[in-house]
DNA sequence: CCGTCGAATGAATCGCCATTCATTTTTGGG
DNA sequence: CCCAAAAATGAATGGCGATTCATTCGACGG
């Protein structure tokens, strides 16, 4: 009954295990997409059996809330930083869309997951992962009101409109790049040109 | 056998009802996305028998291919009537930004079932969109281009970019709203704003 | 070595829907 | 009116694939 100090086996679960699968099923979503993807597949790309992901994640669903979750945890850690730093407004907005196609741009999958997979997901799934991408637009919006508030952008604008559009179009940035070759030079003069457009449009004058 | 000038009843199929399937599907598909629906919701829509879709459609993926095909076609045909009125190059950006997101009009759902099921599908339904996706892009990059050469943009963006990223900020904008309670209002003054933002980016000075 | 217990396995189960098709209804020409 | 033949119906079918669970594996203390 005693839990000991060295626990006979892991305790809880294996974390590299859970690990294997999460990137497993990273993978064969952003390939395949969600639904048509069937749970043996992530099974065998993790080199598991079937019922063993059972053992780490409730069902399906789960295992696709649970990348949301923590790839958003992970964006939002970066995307803090560089809202926080004491740049200016201009120079900020710039980094985080470098940040955000640099970060996606590495990890492709992920980022296909989290914008593609989760629009095909049920009612219910979306009504989970809004909140945290929510957060998300949160963080920018919060550049842009700062911005407005110290006189360097224009105050006409809903800073939350301002920062979906941002996010929007760096998705379809990402999207078209990514289905193209994938020529990294095409993609920052994509992001600069992106930038002085958003940067204008923002301008007090 | 011999085919009489007064065929006995409509021979191909009754152009009405097909209809009806297609804008019954249009609703639910875009109240519940193509993989949550099932087939009885869309003929229970339609008025008609489950088995009755399958005398139009060869099957619940033709259904949702014929929308795409049949929609764009449709949008591309009014953004192309816009891309190439004598209207200001503001006044046509702004009024392709209202066509995208619906506010022209019965558009709405096809409009939300366009941008929101683009993505979601599988290969072959990719394979499919793709391709109609790009015109679409094209005819707003044409836009630009032209209000480059006429001086009323400033020239130093690349049109196409600047064509992806507007597509992209109207789709995340129109998720949004999908996503939420869905006030019409709402929508209008996001339509404003996000026009604004990139007019004013746009603005040769 | 052995026995125990949690972790892992993967074949069997079971519910869900897309699709089918035997039957009924509608149509319209004679 | 009556009789094909087309159109429509919706209950029955079948297949697929998520989930379960009886069984096996293997790590570890004794």
């Known amino acids: 009954m005693a839990i000991h100090s060295t626990a006979k086996k892991q305790k809880g679960s294996a974390p ?16 395949n997409g969600f639904y048509a993807t069937r749970v043996s597949e992530i099974a065998k790309a993790a080199g598991v059996a ?27 850690t970066i995307l803090r930083e560089v809202a926080e730093s004491g740049d200016t407004f201009e120079n900020r907005i710039s980094r985080i869309i470098e940040l955000q196609l640099g ?4 990890q492709r999958d992920l980022a296909e997951v989290i914008t593609v997979n989760l629009r095909q997901s049920s009612r219910l799934l979306k009504q989970y992962a809004t909140p945290l991408f929510m ?33 929007g179009a760096l998705d379809a940035i990402l999207l078209t790049w990514a289905l193209g070759e994938g020529d990294p030079a095409a993609l920052r003069k994509a992001a600069a040109h992106c930038a002085s457009l958003f940067l204008e449009g923002l301008r007090q004058r």
């Open 16 to 31: 590299e295990k859970r690990d294997r699968i999460l990137k497993a099923a990273i993978q064969v979503f952003a390939k």
């Open 50 to 76: 079937d019922g063993t992901i059972y053992l780490y994640f409730k069902n399906k669903d789960d295992v696709l809330i649970t990348i949301f979750e923590e790839g958003i945890e992970q964006l939002l």
């Open 103 to 106: 970060l996606l741009e590495e």
């Open 135 to 167: 957060q998300y637009i949160d963080v920018i919006a919060g550049v842009v009101r700062d911005g407005q508030n110290e006189g360097a952008f224009r105050k006409d604008l809903n800073p939350r409109i301002v920062a979906r559009s941002l996010f």
